[in-house]
Nanobody
Framework: DVQLQASGGGLVQTGGSLRLSCRVPGFTGDDYAVGWFRQAPGKEREGVSS????????YYSEAVKGRFPVSHDSVKNTVFLQMNSLKPEDTAIYYCAFGASTWFLLRLSSKWWKDHEYEYWGQGTQVTVSS
């Protein structure tokens, strides 16, 4: 099993920044993707971003494109979601998820936002943006 360790949430004012981290321990190699999802109260979980750690491809929802760059640190085996220019509508519980099947990685560009495609999930971290 892959036990993801997500952290970095908190309370921030509109326009502020937070950096979420998702550590991926115990997985050898870089043939995997990490997706970020969020779920606001009363709403369905939605895909925010994803990164193919192997080739560096990144994907973003329209809601966060240009504000939430995703990156990977191979030494720390950690994926980061840098959240800039935060808005109250970004308030949600944020989750990171892991997927490594060859089929999934080959189709990541068209599958990255589908939560059921990911195999393992970290615990959520709360992000609250005050107006």
């Amino acid at each position: 099993d892959v036990q993801l360790q997500a952290s970095g949430g908190g309370l921030v004012q509109t326009g502020g920044s937070l950096r979420l981290s998702c550590r991926v321990p115990g997985f050898t190699g870089d043939d995997y993707a990490v997706g970020w999802f969020r779920q606001a109260p009363g709403k369905e979980r939605e895909g925010v971003s994803s990164i193919n750690v192997g080739d560096g491809s990144t994907y973003y929802s329209e809601a966060v494109k240009g504000r939430f760059p995703v990156s990977h640190d191979s030494v720390k085996n950690t994926v980061f979601l840098q959240m800039n220019s935060l808005k109250p509508e970004d308030t949600a519980i944020y989750y990171c998820a892991f997927g490594a099947s060859t089929w999934f990685l080959l189709r990541l560009s068209s599958k990255w936002w589908k939560d059921h495609e990911y195999e393992y999930w970290g615990q959520g971290t709360q992000v609250t943006v005050s107006s």
